[in-house]
């Protein structure tokens, strides 16, 4: 195995911030898993194991070993009653993912299209966007266990997914390594377009025509591209923040002075109200603090205008949070996690 000392990051975060790994190993085979574990840079540092790098920050050099997840593959398990389901490796990036199902005529992930990222790191912030949050469609995950040394295949109960949490950032926080992810798909398509904009731009691009599982990818992308930066052209790691969930009496007092205010009731009686309107009624679009800025289309969104550091971010993130309770009394909560 070839681990690699002194590396840059700053192609490996989305966000691009700048930063070296101390030591650095490319795994293309989740079977090799065990055999990282007897190196003896795994048994001296701190390890981190990577995917796409869409969620993560890092607060200067990451002092130990980083594993980046390159393993590909995709694989039919079985085929039941309209059910198809297909184990992807964890380091197959999601959006071409997304595109091979749709391109073998299956649906399930027409709505999570353009995500940046890795199916690895699907299930760790159970993804989500449109209507569909990716626990709908995973089967279970395959993971290597680091307390035990084995490979265990985690339900989907047992990945106890909620709004963008997991187990996997939560109770079992860096015990298991994803190496693969089953996802349950269908053989026939069923439309879901309840969520905001969707269904006008359908209703725009498809005239009378019935729309498609692809018709409604395509419509993601264009609904994301138009207010999501790319972090191919300026770093970001999507939402910045999770939506903010508050208790019904504290959601009817803030709709009592701000009658517009967008807020989705909840199963439970809590109210999920949404981050980018309450950053944007602060006036903070556009806002920019050394290289770091709040997009100027999406108030959820930091983007890396000019060489930001950790420092601006850090600062900004903040400035926001402060802000946003100075006026509304509501805490917001980064979504990305912060690498120190
Ligand atoms: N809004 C504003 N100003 C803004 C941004 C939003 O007024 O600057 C308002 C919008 O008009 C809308 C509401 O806030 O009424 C919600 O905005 P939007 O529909 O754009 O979605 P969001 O809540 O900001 C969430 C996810 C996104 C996902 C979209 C679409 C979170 C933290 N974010 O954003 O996920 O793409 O819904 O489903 O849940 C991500 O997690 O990285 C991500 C991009």
């Not at 390159?70 to 079985?78: F, S």
């Not at 904009?197 to 729309?211: K, Q």
Request: some cysteine.
């Amino acid at each position: 195995m070839n681990v690699q000392r002194n590396v840059d990051l700053k192609p490996f975060n989305t966000f691009g911030l700048p930063a070296r790994a101390k030591y650095w190993l490319e795994l293309d085979d989740a079977a090799r898993l065990p055999e990282v574990c007897t190196l003896p840079e795994f048994e001296r540092e701190r390890v981190l194991w990577l995917g796409g790098g869409s969620n993560v920050l890092f607060d200067g050099d990451y002092d130990g070993l980083v594993v980046h997840m390159a393993n590909l593959g995709i694989r039919e398990i079985k085929r039941e009653n309209g059910k198809v389901w297909l184990q992807a490796q964890a380091g197959e990036i999601w959006h071409d993912f997304v595109l091979k199902t749709l391109d073998l005529g299956l649906s399930g992930l027409e709505n999570l299209s353009l995500i940046p990222g890795t199916v690895g790191a699907s299930p760790v912030q159970n993804i989500g966007a449109y209507g569909v949050e990716v626990k709908e469609v995973i089967d279970s995950v395959h993971c290597f266990d680091l307390d035990s040394g084995r490979f265990v295949e985690l339900s989907n109960a047992e990945c106890e997914f909620t709004y963008r949490e997991s187990i996997f950032k939560q109770s079992a926080k860096g015990r298991y390594v994803i190496a693969a992810v089953t996802f349950v798909l269908n053989e026939n398509f069923v439309l879901k377009a309840r969520y905001g904009d969707l269904a006008a731009v359908l209703r725009a691009n498809c005239g009378d025509r019935v729309p498609g599982a692809r018709d409604v990818s395509q419509a993601v992308c264009q609904i994301r591209s138009s207010k999501l930066p790319d972090p191919a052209v300026l770093g970001n790691v999507g939402s910045f923040f999770k939506n903010p969930v508050v208790s019904a009496s504290d959601a009817a007092d803030l709709l009592a002075e701000y009658p517009d205010m967008p807020h989705y009731p909840q199963a439970d009686g809590s109210v999920k109200l949404a981050a980018g309107w309450l950053i944007d009624q602060c006036g903070l679009k556009g806002y920019r603090i050394g290289g770091a800025a709040v997009h100027d289309k999406q108030a959820l969104v930091l983007v890396n205008q000019d060489n930001a550091s950790a420092e601006n971010v850090k600062d900004l993130e903040k400035y926001i949070q402060d802000c946003v309770k100075k006026r509304f009394g509501v805490v917001l909560q980064a979504e990305p996690n912060w690498l120190r």
